[in-house]
């Protein structure tokens, strides 16, 4: 493999969307791909590949298509070998792959928790009865509204700087991001209160950096088994069966996060209505190697506890 490890005239192929965050997230991979086979910058070449959640930004993902639509274009590009490998955000990662194309290394995972971001600085529990929220997350929507019902939501869809931006033009009081967002793009300049897992479980990967290849290519296979990190692979493991077991979608409010100790997973998990009204939660600690059956295992008795009638909004 040393002898086929790419060069600046020949350089591995990065593909990944060109928000500031997703190009931050393929430096860091280019970074540390370099730095384990001690290879120039100039041997890696990042394409940025516009998808078409990134071109729509007017409307709800789930009247666009969900979660896909932040891959498909990539994924494409990594299919017809226009790119070798892909770089995302593990949050807005489908739970399947396309045929031919696998999801196995993770780099190491950043702060999980939500950060309220508000136009006076304050916390959650200070904005004033009435106030306005703006978010995209179907999520971070219901679990505001289950604990405060006061508050209005608007749609806020956009990248970590659009959403921001309107913040600062007072289209809502406030908004959720993620801290691992703000934290590897060095925004330590936005006023910020990271709401604790407790109060907020939050999304399924969130935090995580997921990197993506073709099948059969050994030669990726090989480079990126040198930077995986195995502890945010158990995790996400746990995470992503409790999610693709409950079938989830941009429809559908789910919370997920896993955590390690020693030999042991700690699991968390819930589902919501969209609307706030009710949610079900429940977890369970078990060997590391059985978080993914202790993903599917939770999220079945989740479906048992919800009874019928719970999830009559997916279809209504």
Known sequence: METNLPTPSKPL????????LAL??????????????????????????????DRIIDRPLKEIGGKGLFTREIEEAMLNGSIDIAVHSMKDMPTQQPDGLILDTYLPREDVRDAFIALDGGALAGLPQGGVVGTSSLRRRAQLRLRRPDLQVVEFR???????????????????????????????????TPIEVEDMLPAVAQ??????????????????AAIHDGPTGQRLAAERSFLAALDGSCETPIASLAELDG?????????????????????MTVLI????????????KLLDTAGEGFFDWRTA
């Open 24 to 53: 931050a997230q393929a430096h860091e991979t280019r970074d540390r791909l370099a730095a384990a086979f001690d290879l120039p910058l100039e041997a890696f070449f990042i394409q940025v590949i516009s998808t078409t959640g």
């Open 158 to 192: 956009g990248n970590l700087q659009t959403r921001l931006k309107k913040l600062s033009d007072k289209v809502a009081d406030a908004t959720f991001l993620a801290m691992a967002g703000l934290k590897r793009l060095q925004m330590d300049d936005v006023p910020r």
């Open 13 to 20: 192929n990065i593909g990944t969307r060109g928000s500031p």
């Open 263 to 283: 030999t042991s997973l700690w699991l968390r998990g819930e589902v919501l209505c969209p609307d706030g009204s009710e949610a079900i939660g429940d977890d």
């Open 207 to 224: 935090g995580a950096i997921g990197i993506e290849r073709r099948i059969n290519d050994s030669r990726a296979a090989d480079m990126l």
């Open 289 to 300: 190697e059985d978080g993914a059956a202790a993903g599917r295992d939770m999220a079945a």
